[in-house]
Every structure is written in structure tokens, then in C-alpha cells.
T-cell receptor, first 112, second 112 residues
Framework: DADVTQTPRNRITKTGKRIMLECSQT?????MYWYRQDPGLGLRLIYYSFDVKDINKGEISDGYSVSRQAQAKFSLSLESAIPNQTALYFC???????????FGPGTRLTVL | DQQVKQNSPSLSVQEGRISILNCDYT??????FLWYKKYPAEGPTFLISISSIKDKNEDGRFTVFLNKSAKHLSLHIVPSQPGDSAVYFC???????????FGQGTILTVHP
């Protein structure tokens, strides 16, 4: 079984809809991250969490929110989806200091 | 701001030959770099890293070179194999909280 799982793997939604992407991990790591990747660009950090009570904004947090429900679960929400949020979204986990991160398979999100 | 640039979007090599992927950076805080590899429909996976105390790190067929004065690093794959065909990201290892800065990626294709 995969150590870091993401659901759904693909999602098509409409502008203005609220959508949640979920991430679960069995690696026992405290640190979890959400990234997005756009065509021709590298991954950019949206939010990161050191533990259940510690959540921090990353480079591009506007339009997104997160919830750390448990050590193993970290969800990303788009409150009101817009077309330029169409991207590939990755969840990752790590031990400190966080340079080697373990990524999920990604969620391809399309906002029409 | 930290920046990582991979100026070659793609590279094509013959099986058995050397692959050289290049990366330039600016404003790195710790001069600690990683290479991640990504196959289609999968998340990135850690490949090899190098810290500022070294100018070379080797792991099997993969060697990373760091030139701090030129703010340049490169990944050498010798010999290249078709299974090495993937997207390679140069990553600045960033600060202690694991904020990774990704380059745009280079698509490597190794032809049999």
C-alpha cells in the first residue's frame, strides 16, 4: 500500500464550487505539505503543518485553506474555485528538517 | 527570494551515454540542494542531495556536482538507462522548516 495517498485522483468542478482534496499518510511523519504544480513550472508550496496544532501559509496560500484532522490526515480546500486554480496538487510528508519529502501521487484538478 | 532555474526544458540521450542536467540558483540560504525525479502520474521522489561542505556527491550511477562560486549544480547519470526517462527537478533545500524551492524541471528521455 502507498505511504501517502490522495483522493480524489482527478476532479472536474465548476467556478464557484467548494472543493476538498484529501491526503492521508502511514509514514508516521509529523510534517505535512500541500503543493501545486502548473505546466512548465516547478512545485510551489501552498500550506504546511508541523503537527495537528501548527499550520502555516506557504508561498501561494490565497484562495486556499487547510485542515489537519489528525497526524495522518491533511486536507486542502478551495473555498470558491476559479479557473486559474486548475493544476496538479501534491501532498507530501517528512520528518524534520523536511528536505527529503515523500509525495503522494497527485490530484489533477480542473476548474471550468 | 530564492530562485532555482533549469534552463533546459528537455534533454534526449542514447542509452549507455551520459546525461547531464544543469541548474542555476540565486540567494540560497544554506547551499543545500536536492534532485527529485518524477514519473508520469506519480509524485516526485527524492534522488540525491548535496550540501555546501561538499562539491560532489555520488550514489551509484548518479553524481551531483556543486559549484558555489558559480551558483551552479549539475546531475550526471552514467550510464543512462531507458528507465531514467522522467522529469528531474533541481530543488533548493531551503530553511529548517523544509520549504523547498523547485526548479521548472527538465524532461529526460533516454532512447534504447
Amino acid at each position: 500500500d502507498a505511504d501517502v495517498t490522495q483522493t480524489p485522483r482527478n476532479r472536474i468542478t465548476k467556478t464557484g464550487k467548494r472543493i476538498m482534496l484529501e491526503c492521508s499518510q502511514t509514514k508516521g511523519h509529523d510534517r505535512m505539505y500541500w503543493y501545486r504544480q502548473d505546466p512548465g513550472l516547478g512545485l510551489r508550496l501552498i500550506y504546511y503543518s508541523f503537527d495537528v496544532k501548527d499550520i502555516n501559509k506557504g508561498e501561494i496560500s490565497d484562495g486556499y485553506s487547510v485542515s489537519r484532522q489528525a497526524q495522518a490526515k491533511f486536507s486542502l480546500s478551495l473555498e470558491s474555485a476559479i479557473p486559474n486554480q486548475t493544476a496538479l496538487y501534491f501532498c507530501a510528508t517528512s520528518d524534520p528538517p523536511g528536505r527529503v519529502q515523500f509525495f503522494g501521487p497527485g490530484t489533477r484538478l480542473t476548474v471550468l | 527570494d530564492q530562485q532555482v532555474k533549469q534552463n533546459s526544458p528537455s534533454l534526449s540521450v542514447q542509452e549507455g551515454r551520459i546525461s547531464i542536467l544543469n541548474c542555476d540558483y540565486t540567494n540560497s540560504m544554506f547551499d543545500y540542494f536536492l534532485w527529485y525525479k518524477k514519473y508520469p502520474a506519480e509524485g516526485p521522489t527524492f534522488l540525491i542531495s548535496i550540501s555546501s561542505i561538499k562539491d560532489k556527491n555520488e550514489d551509484g550511477r548518479f553524481t551531483v556536482f556543486l559549484n558555489k562560486s558559480a551558483k551552479h549544480l549539475s546531475l550526471h547519470i552514467v550510464p543512462s538507462q531507458p528507465g531514467d526517462s522522467a522529469v528531474y527537478f533541481c530543488v533548493d533545500g531551503g530553511t529548517s522548516y523544509g520549504k523547498l524551492t523547485f526548479g521548472q524541471g527538465t524532461i529526460l528521455t533516454v532512447h534504447p
